[in-house]
C-alpha cells in the first residue's frame, strides 16, 4: 500500500468539470478509441491531481495516523490561493501549468515532503535501478534522500493530461483540451488531499481532505 498527497479539486469547481470531461472522453479527432484509451491509462488511474508528495509506502514503525498528523500543522499555516493554469508540456507530456508564479505551490510541496520523508520506507535497490538511468547528479541526490527525484528545487506543479504521445496526436489533444478552456484553468489550491493506493496497479483514492488555513 502506498500513499501521497495531492492537490485535487473540490467539486463543483471549474478544474473539476474540466477534468471530469477530459478523463470520461472516448472520442477524439484523429485518434484511435484504442490509442485514446493507452495515452489516458494512467491518468485516469492516478486521478485528476497534481502531486504535492509523489507515492511512497510507510515504513514499518510509522502509521497512517503519524502522516495525517504531520499534515495538519502544514495545512493551518498556509492560507488558501490560486494558480492560474495553462496547456504546457513537461517532461514530454502534456500538462497543465501555472503561468504565473509558483513560489506558494513549490513551497508547500516542499513542506509535505521533507515532514513526510522520515515516515517514508527506505528506497529498494529495484527502485534506485529502475528511475537513476537518466537523472543528473542533483536529481539522483534527491532520489536517494527523498525516494522521489523531482522535488524541493527540481518539484514542477503540473496536472498530467496524458501519456506521452507523438507530435500528430499532441496536435489533436492539444486541439480539444484549448477549445474545452485548457487555457482558462484556475486552481483553487484549498486543501491537501491524502490518497491511497489499496494494492499495486490499483486507481488512487481521496481518503482525506484537510483544509488549509483557518476554513471549517
Not at 490561493?81 to 513560489?103: H, M, V
Amino acid at each position: 500500500m502506498r500513499y501521497a498527497v495531492y492537490f485535487c479539486h473540490a467539486e463543483g469547481s471549474g478544474l473539476h468539470a474540466f477534468g471530469r470531461d477530459w478523463l470520461a472522453t472516448d472520442a477524439i479527432p484523429d485518434i484511435a478509441p484504442k490509442r485514446l484509451h493507452e495515452l489516458l491509462t494512467n491518468v485516469r488511474r492516478y486521478g485528476w491531481h497534481a502531486t504535492l508528495t509523489a507515492p511512497f509506502a510507510l515504513a514499518t514503525h510509522a502509521s497512517y495516523e503519524d502522516l495525517y498528523r504531520k499534515l495538519i500543522p502544514i495545512a493551518q499555516h498556509v492560507e488558501p490561493f490560486e494558480l492560474s493554469l495553462a496547456l504546457d508540456t513537461l517532461g514530454g507530456f502534456l500538462a497543465l501549468r501555472p503561468s504565473g508564479d509558483q513560489t506558494a505551490i513549490s513551497a508547500l510541496a516542499e513542506r509535505c515532503v521533507r515532514a513526510l520523508n522520515p515516515l517514508r520506507a527506505p528506497l529498494t535497490d529495484a527502485a534506485w535501478q529502475r528511475r537513476a538511468g537518466g537523472l543528473d547528479d542533483v536529481e539522483l541526490a534527491l532520489f536517494r534522500d527523498y525516494g522521489y527525484p523531482y522535488v524541493i528545487q527540481r518539484y514542477r506543479f503540473h496536472m498530467t493530461l496524458s501519456a506521452r504521445a507523438s507530435h500528430a496526436e499532441e496536435q489533436a489533444l492539444s486541439t480539444w483540451l484549448i477549445e474545452h478552456g485548457a487555457n482558462r484553468s484556475l486552481a483553487h489550491i484549498d486543501a491537501l488531499t491524502i490518497c491511497r493506493e489499496p494494492a499495486a496497479d490499483q486507481p488512487y483514492e481521496p481518503i482525506a481532505r484537510i483544509p488549509l488555513g483557518n476554513q471549517a
